[in-house]
């Protein structure tokens, strides 16, 4: 039986909070449950590996917090979240965390109304904020009613806009190379990289620089078909990855299409990316 918190903010920074993690990466779970147990201030009371198995154990448990992946077997974690507003009928959502390599859907994550979004591989600095986050939601909440009926009407519309709604994107990116404001087919871009505050653009037949600030503001007009965040540093174009080197501790770097042949290390978190794209 699940024994309900106190809403007053004492008590609930003075609980631990009972998590659950979902991920379909055993290592990630074990990273995870490790860093969050030596915290002292959580309970980490199971896990599971898919979103359907998640559900189930959701129901079961009822946890606080739940620490969430972006993209699993059988339910994706947006998937995962409509499916417990709608069917579960459980008396109060957990307290979502994202947890995922993939940081192209943190506004996604934020507009869901999670407490917070962490990348792998994971820094126990940003999972105690976290944590911060999640027990001052709680204590603004009356936990034993739960979130109001309009605010899970604006949750299940958000989702169903995000589900159903394409993102505009232009084929075309401006490019400035010396003093011109070229426009270039997205198709011909290489990769993308960030040099002291700047966006560096390379295609297999000019170099110059974005306008935008940031790769996470670069990715938002790139095409996520053809475009990956390969390492936090680098964004490539898949379709001109030349060549695929296996590296140091079984890692990879790719070899590019540029005149340069750029050689671009993958990041840890994104090596089981690289092996679903190319089936390594």
Request: hydrophobic content about 40%.
């Amino acid at each position: 039986m699940v024994t309900p918190l106190s809403d007053s903010p004492s008590a609930i920074a003075a609980t631990p909070l009972r998590a659950m993690i979902l991920d379909d990466e055993k290592l990630a779970r074990e990273e995870l449950r490790y860093l969050l147990e030596s915290t002292g201030t959580v309970q980490v009371i199971d896990e599971a590996s898919n979103g359907i198995e998640g559900l189930d154990k959701i129901v079961q448990h009822q946890p606080d917090l739940l620490f969430l992946d972006v993209q699993m077997p059988g339910l994706d974690g947006f998937a995962l979240i409509r499916h417990l507003i709608e069917h579960a009928q459980l008396p109060q959502l957990p307290q979502i965390i994202f947890a995922t390599a993939y940081d192209q859907y943190a506004v996604r994550a934020f507009d869901v109304n999670a407490v917070d979004y962490l990348l792998k591989p994971f820094d126990p600095h940003r999972i105690a904020q976290a944590l911060e986050k999640a027990r001052a939601r709680m204590a603004e909440q009356r936990i034993e009613d739960g979130p109001s009926k309009p605010e899970m009407t604006a949750l299940l519309e958000l989702l169903e806009r995000h589900r159903s709604a394409p993102t505009p994107r232009t084929s075309k990116l401006i490019v400035q190379v010396q003093n011109r404001l070229l426009l270039v087919d997205q198709s011909e871009i290489c990769f993308a990289s960030i040099d002291e505050g700047a966006i560096r653009v390379v295609t297999p037949t000019l170099e110059g620089q974005s306008k935008c600030r940031t790769l996470e503001d670069l990715l938002e007009l790139l095409d996520t078909q053809q475009f990956w965040r390969a390492h936090r540093g680098f964004v490539v174009n898949i379709n001109h990855i030349r060549e695929v080197v296996p590296w140091f501790k079984s890692s990879y770097q790719l070899r590019m299409n540029d005149r340069a042949r750029t050689e671009i290390p993958v990041s840890r978190a994104q090596t089981r990316r690289l092996r679903e794209l190319f089936r390594l």
